[in-house]
C-alpha cells in the first residue's frame, strides 16, 4: 500500500526565517511526488512537482524540494519565508493512475 | 485559460437528502478526480474519470457516485446524506494519463444538518 507521512501538523516560524516542512512517502512502485499548498477557503494549488529527472525541484515563488529515493524523503524547504506563506501545505504522490493520496497537512504559520 | 470551475460553492442539505455537485475542468482536459477533505479524514481520493469512464475509485460507500460527460464536465452524487458527509468536495482536472499533475478548482463546501 502506497502512503505519505507528513511528520509536523504545525510548523510555527519567524517572517524571514527558513523552513523546512518534511514529508516521507512509502511505495513499492515508482512515484510522482507533489507539494500542493491551500490557503483559507481555497482549493489546492500545485506548488512543485518531482516527475523525474533532477531530483531538486524548485518553484517560481522560492520554494524547493527534494527528492530522496533512499530516504523516501521529500522536504519542501524555503530559505526565507514571508507572512503570506501562512498556508497549510500538502505532499502527496500518485503512481501511474489518476488517483494522489495525501499526506495529513502541515501548517505553516509565519509570525512577524 | 479558465481554471477549474464547481458549482455551487456552498450547500447546506438535512441528513437522508441527495446531492448533486458540478464540475467543469479546464478546457481540453479530459480526467476529472474527486476528492474529499474533512478536518479528522484530510484528502481522501473518491474516484477518477476519463473519456467518460470511471477508471479509479476509492473506499467509499455506493452512496457517492459519478459520471462524466463528453465535454468532459464531470459530477458526483451522494445519496441518503449523512453528518459525516460534511466536508469540502474538490474536484481536479488533468491533460494527460500518466503524468498526474491536477489542477483543482476551489471546491464545494457540502453541510449535513
Known amino acids: 500500500a502506497q502512503s505519505v507521512t507528513q511528520l509536523d501538523s504545525q510548523v510555527p516560524v519567524f517572517e524571514e526565517a527558513p523552513v523546512e516542512l518534511r514529508c516521507n512517502y512509502s511505495s513499492s512502485v515508482s512515484v510522482y511526488l507533489f507539494w500542493y499548498v491551500q490557503y483559507p477557503n481555497q482549493g489546492l494549488q500545485l506548488l512543485l512537482k518531482?516527475?523525474?529527472?533532477?531530483?531538486l525541484v524548485e518553484s517560481i515563488n522560492g520554494f524547493e524540494a527534494e527528492f530522496n529515493k533512499s530516504q523516501t524523503s521529500f522536504h519542501l524547504r524555503k530559505p526565507s519565508v514571508h507572512i503570506s506563506d501562512t498556508a497549510e501545505y500538502f505532499c502527496a504522490l500518485s503512481s501511474n493512475t489518476g488517483k494522489l493520496i495525501f499526506g495529513q497537512g502541515t501548517t505553516l504559520q509565519v509570525k512577524p | 485559460k479558465a481554471g477549474v470551475t464547481q458549482t455551487p460553492r456552498y450547500l447546506i442539505k438535512t441528513r437522508g437528502q441527495q446531492v448533486t455537485l458540478s464540475c467543469s475542468p479546464i478546457s481540453g482536459h479530459r480526467s476529472v478526480s474527486w476528492y474529499q477533505q474533512t478536518p479528522g479524514q484530510g484528502l481522501q481520493f473518491l474516484f477518477e474519470?476519463?473519456?467518460?469512464?470511471?477508471?479509479n475509485k476509492g473506499n467509499f460507500p455506493g452512496r457517492f457516485s459519478g459520471r462524466q460527460f463528453s465535454n468532459s464536465r464531470s459530477e458526483m452524487n451522494v445519496s441518503t446524506l449523512e453528518l459525516g458527509d460534511s466536508a469540502l468536495y474538490l474536484c481536479a482536472s488533468s491533460s494527460l494519463i500518466g503524468n498526474n499533475e491536477q489542477f483543482f478548482g476551489p471546491g464545494t463546501r457540502l453541510t449535513v444538518l
Open positions: 518531482y516527475l523525474s529527472g533532477s531530483t
Open positions: 474519470y476519463f473519456s467518460e469512464t470511471q477508471r
